[in-house]
């Protein structure tokens, strides 16, 4: 079987901890969508690594990594992290694969990726200009070049056909930069990728499941950014969904087993896009100090705000969660008050329900308060010893969505995750 685990909301939810957390009782760990813009933060012997694009299993002995077909990878991104993960004593080469079905970002992806976001204005989408979308759109378009062309005679002669029409899409948007060194890091870094296994990630991945191998599957971004359920047009370029582990891997669907969704203890969102229980006040700027809730990507300052159960439930629906990873609840140690978003009000009318098109809508959320626990909580190890308040807080969640919170991560360190009762 396969073992989901999944961001619940806008990212930044802290996949990467609980991955490392939870990668012992496993023997493949694999990426099965997006690309360098993931940020997943782990700590190896006190030391702050950020993962794009390499699954977060990597720092765990006799773990197999595996970066599925449904990613878009960027040679010159990966070899800046395997250099990284090499510095820490890791021999990757041993332990990650690569699917030769996975597309390739290229330079002109993320020129085009800077000049179309800049060509919006102030309806930007909110990009991390990474190559993403383009990247994507060659591969939906049917045009993209994938790492298994890397091993193909013709690989320089498709790369300027692409290249060229990517130029004509540059000249569109007037786009000037000289992007010659961005091409000679990426063929540089195209002859480092040659040195990592690829695979075909669809058998790779189903032989291991035969042999009785257990998998996890590694999402990034999170369910509110989903391309189809998202809050579009503000969303990633990619499936972010259970669904999207099938497509992103090649495996059937009845091969999923657990559904891990992760959940911080409020909500946070990185760029443009609806974000309903955003708090434009002191109480937002201390959640976000508190929580350092700067991308790990980009370094952006994330918007924050109150738990949002109408969107955590929803996206619990969607993808099936049977169990549900709460980090960062002590970010709220110092809080007074909690609130949380039950329901909205739109035009009048309270609803419990995902609307259309979120950001053509005024909704004001219908909330619910709760007396803060005001506390620390970093050096609590077990469920019966956290504060009433807390435990009043957790239970009411559980409720509301009839999924429970199993695990309550209460601080960076791996060791720091208490198991619910």
């Known amino acids: 079987m396969v073992d989901v685990i999944l961001g619940l909301q806008w990212g930044d939810e802290g996949k990467g901890k609980i991955v490392d957390f939870f990668a012992p009782s496993y023997d493949v760990i694999a990426r099965f969508q997006g690309g360098p813009n993931a940020g997943h933060t782990l700590y190896v012997n006190g030391k702050k690594i950020v993962l794009h694009q390499i699954p977060s299993g990597i720092f765990r002995a006799n773990k197999i990594n595996l970066i599925g077909n449904g990613v878009v990878l960027d040679p010159v991104i990966l070899r800046k992290e395997c250099e990284s993960v090499a510095a820490l004593g890791v021999d990757y080469k041993k332990s990650l694969f690569i699917s030769e079905r996975a597309h390739l970002i290229l330079p002109t992806h993320r020129a085009i990726d800077r000049a179309s976001e800049a060509s919006k204005g102030?309806?930007?989408?909110?990009?991390?200009?990474?190559?993403?979308?383009?990247?994507?759109?060659?591969?939906?378009?049917?045009?993209?070049?994938?790492?298994?062309?890397?091993?193909?005679?013709?690989?320089?002669?498709?790369?300027?056909?692409?290249?060229?029409?990517?130029?004509?899409?540059?000249?569109?948007?007037s786009f000037t930069e000289d992007i010659t060194s961005w091409e000679e890091e990426f063929f540089e870094s195209i002859e480092f990728l040659k040195t990592i296994p690829i695979v075909n990630g669809e058998y790779?991945?189903?032989?291991?499941?035969?042999?009785?191998?257990?998998?996890?599957?590694?999402?990034?971004?999170?369910?509110?950014?989903?391309?189809?359920?998202?809050?579009?047009?503000?969303?990633?370029?990619?499936?972010?969904?259970?669904?999207?582990?099938?497509?992103?891997?090649?495996?059937?669907?009845?091969?999923?087993?657990?559904?891990?969704?992760?959940?911080?203890?409020?909500?946070?969102?990185?760029?443009?896009?609806?974000?309903?229980?955003?708090?434009?006040?002191?109480?937002?700027?201390?959640?976000?100090?508190?929580?350092?809730?700067?991308?790990?990507?980009?370094?952006?300052?994330?918007?924050?705000?109150?738990?949002?159960?109408?969107?955590?439930?929803?996206?619990?629906?969607?993808?099936?969660?049977?169990?549900?990873?709460?980090?960062?609840?002590?970010?709220?140690?110092?809080?007074?008050?909690?609130?949380?978003?039950?329901?909205?009000?739109?035009?009048?009318?309270?609803?419990?329900?995902?609307?259309?098109?979120?950001?053509?809508?005024?909704?004001?959320?219908?909330?619910?308060?709760?007396?803060?626990?005001?506390?620390?909580?970093?050096?609590?190890?077990?469920?019966?010893?956290?504060?009433?308040?807390?435990?009043?807080?957790?239970?009411?969640?559980?409720?509301?969505l009839g999924i429970n919170v199993h695990y309550i991560s209460n601080g960076p360190g791996t060791d720091q995750i208490i198991m619910a009762e």
């Open 122 to 173: 102030n309806d930007k989408i909110g990009s991390t200009l990474k190559g993403i979308s383009p990247a994507y759109m060659d591969k939906t378009g049917r045009n993209g070049l994938r790492v298994g062309d890397l091993l193909d005679k013709n690989f320089i002669s498709k790369y300027i056909k692409l290249r060229l029409k990517h130029q004509k899409l540059l000249d569109n948007f």
């Open 204 to 400: 790779f991945i189903n032989d291991a499941i035969r042999d009785g191998k257990k998998i996890l599957a590694e999402g990034a971004q999170g369910s509110m950014l989903d391309v189809d359920f998202g809050t579009f047009p503000y969303v990633t370029s990619s499936s972010t969904i259970t669904a999207g582990v099938c497509n992103g891997l090649g495996i059937a669907p009845h091969l999923i087993g657990d559904v891990i969704g992760i959940t911080k203890a409020y909500c946070t969102r990185v760029g443009s896009g609806p974000f309903p229980t955003e708090l434009h006040d002191l109480i937002g700027d201390e959640i976000r100090e508190n929580g350092k809730e700067f991308g790990s990507t980009t370094g952006r300052p994330r918007r924050c705000g109150w738990i949002d159960l109408v969107a955590l439930k929803y996206a619990c629906m969607i993808n099936g969660v049977t169990k549900i990873v709460m980090t960062k609840a002590d970010v709220l140690d110092s809080l007074k008050t909690l609130s949380v978003c039950e329901s909205y009000l739109i035009n009048g009318e309270v609803t419990s329900q995902i609307p259309f098109q979120m950001d053509r809508l005024k909704i004001e959320p219908v909330y619910k308060n709760f007396k803060g626990w005001e506390q620390s909580i970093t050096e609590i190890h077990e469920f019966t010893a956290l504060p009433v308040e807390m435990k009043t807080y957790i239970e009411y969640i559980n409720s509301n």
